[in-house]
């Protein structure tokens, strides 16, 4: 009821936002039709729930009511951010056109166009800051970011990968770049040293994200950003032998309250890539600034 009090909503986006299966969502929703709190309504596959005009309690004792019951429960507060967010994705038409744009970039030839050529030309925008890349594995991200930015720190808990990033490193001569053994949720990187801090397809190996965020929070400058690249949730299960995935991604709800609970604002997350071939994995990208 307190997410239906200002805005209708489908039952996707209630799902989305609660984090809960269809079937229950619709079962309460059913219930409360029942009792003449809800009305819905029909368009197209969706149907969208509201309160209902003349329900069987005046709104301003609902309203009343409903508000009672929210300071007994501390989720009330992420559950707004989470409404904000699916509105704001039924908002943004042009969101899904620029999906279906990027969908085609690589199926045609075109001599000189490559995702290799468009990462150093974006690189190029980069000012020099200091980067930490967590959980880097291999490392391909930080060498390509040590090429612009003051200072990458890439931290993995691999001492394979770190050796042999090391190496590779005093080979060319990159010497901006340092490889060091460490822990998602506890990587040796003073406080408040490092202007972006980078997860890339690397939280869901994190034995717990909340504190993986909270310790990229903890070595950020006042202002820094945090940058998430993982993948959207899903019920691939063999990903946990194939990849070692611990986590089988993470809903666009979930990254954001994740963010807000450990310290970021002017946080978004969207989903940027989709795959076209089973198990249809789909990459999410989350940012937020340090407050």
Not at 97 to 123: E, I, M
Request: charged residues 25%; contains cysteine; negative net charge.
């Amino acid at each position: 009821m307190h997410l239906l009090d200002s805005e209708e909503l489908s039952v996707a986006e209630i799902q989305e936002v609660l984090g809960m299966g269809q079937s229950r969502i619709s079962t309460h929703l059913a219930q409360l039709k029942r009792a003449g709190l809800v009305q819905d309504r029909r368009v197209g596959k969706n149907i969208y729930y509201s309160w209902t005009n003349s329900g069987a309690i005046r709104e301003q004792e609902l309203q009343n009511l409903v508000r009672l019951a929210l300071e007994e429960m501390p989720e009330s507060d992420s559950d707004r951010s989470g409404r904000a967010h699916v509105l704001e994705k039924r908002r943004d038409r042009s969101r899904e056109y620029f999906n279906k744009l990027a969908g085609k970039f690589g199926r045609s030839y075109c001599p000189g166009r490559s995702w290799q050529g468009l990462s150093h030309l974006l690189l190029t925008l980069m000012p020099e800051i200091d980067v930490a890349d967590l959980g880097a594995g291999e490392g391909t991200l930080s060498q390509l970011l040590a090429k612009r930015a003051r200072k990458v720190i890439a931290i993995d808990l691999s001492e394979n990968m770190v050796e042999v990033g090391t190496q590779l490193a005093l080979e060319y001569g990159v010497t901006n770049l340092e490889y060091r053994l460490g822990d998602l949720e506890n990587p040796p990187i003073d406080p408040d040293s490092i202007d972006l801090a980078i997860f890339s397809q690397a939280l869901h190996h994190a034995n717990s994200p909340q504190k993986a965020i909270a310790a990229a929070r903890r070595i950020l400058k006042p202002q820094g950003r945090i940058i998430i690249l993982d993948l959207l949730a899903h019920t691939f299960e063999q990903a946990r032998d194939l990849y070692a995935d611990l986590w089988l991604g993470f809903s666009e709800v979930e990254l954001l309250h994740l963010l807000e609970q450990n310290g970021f604002a002017n946080n978004e997350v969207h989903v940027v890539a989709r795959e076209s071939s089973s198990p249809y994995f789909q990459t999410l990208l989350a940012t937020g600034k340090a407050r």
